[in-house]
């Protein structure tokens, strides 16, 4: 290879030779624009296979610690055999270095790189996609569903298969690291769950995490459920959208409004209120009003149809469903406990896809009813099925004041954290305030009374 020019491209597919070409010399001119570079890029975004080998092992060196430039780069691609000989090297990686328009424009290269690499999976779905709808024997809602996801994936600027290699993955997970440590760290540790005792246990609500919350009737699921969805809303200023198959939309807000504006559910019921507690209704009501919280009340939803719907929301930080027995499948299926599994696992897969928690509210069996200790275990859940395997938190509620009248924690509730694949399992206190349809941290209650 003499010079640039050799290159010959025999795809029709888009690219833009330059705007790669500039991408990599503007790193070997200045290796500190590397980590801008990084935000846009991955080695598999080139479209010419020896610039991808080129940028992985500058990422691989970025990562080691290595220095950058012109001759330890030709060192490391040298190593790699990335081209034919030292020879072609030396001089493809020095002709680099002065095809560079400015160094200063180089994230706009990036952009350039990027926006050709989604061009072409965009083709290459779509190709996936015409192919699929001529050979499959799949109807139309699994054909739409696999369409909807192919361009979702494109979207959110992920790869749609393949193998990537350690070194591909550590670099991401050492820029993560690095934001951690930053002053946007909010922006990338889990979501608050407004309780800083349970998010000492489970380190928040976590990107892709299943979180299974279960319990007997009238422990508080919707109530916590709730105070979840405001609480991230309000505090994170996240979307959150909440999936109700057992209540209205009405009857949910209908409750948000009493633990806001600490009026009873009944006294909102009935409609008689004070003067003083029409002006704290009044309050409550402006601040939920700008709170990104959208509710969906469709009975029998199906998995597909929550993706399909949640696929469209911006700024998506959080999802709720409740409840987990109330999901269809879309299927027919006898086997109760086979389709429960079938949705646990799709509710799994779609926290990864999108990249959020799932919080998703659970019934339990009568386990608990017929032992002495009344406190739910892992073994009481419903139609279990691959519930607990496929949830990466599992966390019960029990209040003792339900089953012991005479109990000295009356307004306390325990949340049980019984399966934590990040951490330890434990049991976290909070305060129940039945009357607002609330749970809070026991400092802040106690402070009030």
């Not at 009873?264 to 009003?289: M, P, V, Y």
Request: charged residues 25%; negative net charge.
């Amino acid at each position: 290879m003499d010079n640039l020019n050799d290159i010959q491209y025999t795809s029709s597919m888009p690219y833009n030779l330059e705007a790669e070409q500039s991408v990599l010399g503007a790193v070997l001119v200045d290796s500190s624009c590397l980590p801008g570079v990084m935000e846009y890029l991955k080695p598999d975004s080139f479209y010419k296979s020896q610039h991808s080998e080129i940028f992985s092992v500058m990422t691989q060196m970025f990562v080691s610690g290595k220095e950058i430039d012109y001759v330890t780069v030709l060192d490391e691609v040298n190593k790699h055999e990335v081209f034919k000989d030292e020879n072609e090297a030396k001089i493809y990686l020095f002709q680099l270095t002065q095809i560079v328009p400015s160094v200063s424009n180089v994230e706009n290269y990036a952009k350039i790189v990027k926006e050709k690499s989604y061009i072409r999976r965009l083709i290459e779905s779509s190709s996936k996609i015409i192919e699929l709808a001529k050979n499959s024997d799949a109807d139309a809602a699994e054909l739409l569903e696999i369409a909807e996801q192919k361009i979702f994936d494109i979207r959110k600027g992920k790869d749609t298969g393949g193998l990537v290699s350690i070194s591909e993955i550590v670099a991401e997970s050492y820029d993560r690291f690095q934001r951690l440590s930053g002053d946007d760290k909010q922006d990338y540790i889990g979501l608050s769950t407004g309780f800083s005792a349970l998010d000492h246990v489970i380190t928040g609500l976590n990107k892709s995490d299943l979180l299974l919350i279960a319990a007997r009737p009238a422990m508080g699921k919707s109530a916590i459920a709730l105070s979840l969805a405001s609480n991230v809303a309000l505090k994170s200023h996240k979307t959150v959208v909440f999936f109700s198959l057992e209540m209205s939309n009405e009857q949910l807000v209908s409750r948000m409004l009493s633990a806001e504006s600490s009026i009873s559910s009944q006294n909102l019921k009935t409609g008689e209120l004070s003067q003083k507690e029409w002006i704290n209704l009044s309050h409550a009501a402006q601040r939920l009003t700008k709170a990104p919280i959208y509710f969906d009340d469709t009975a029998g939803i199906t998995v597909s149809q929550i993706k399909a719907k949640l696929r469209r929301v911006k700024d998506l930080g959080l999802v709720i469903i409740d409840y987990l027995q109330l999901l269809s499948s879309g299927k027919r299926n006898e086997n109760r406990v086979q389709e429960v599994s079938e949705i646990t696992r799709s509710l799994k897969i779609m926290a990864k896809e999108l990249n959020v928690p799932v919080i998703t509210l659970s019934q339990l069996s009568r386990g608990p009813e017929s032992r002495t200790d009344h406190r739910p275990m892992l073994a009481d859940l419903r139609e279990s099925g691959s519930i607990e395997q496929d949830a990466d938190i599992v966390m019960f509620l029990y209040r003792d004041a339900y089953y012991n009248p005479d109990s000295e924690e009356q307004n306390v509730a325990e949340v049980i954290v019984a399966k934590n694949r990040h951490g330890s399992t434990d049991t976290v206190k909070l305060a129940y305030q039945g009357e607002y349809t609330r749970f809070a941290s026991l400092e802040s209650y106690r402070n009030e009374t």
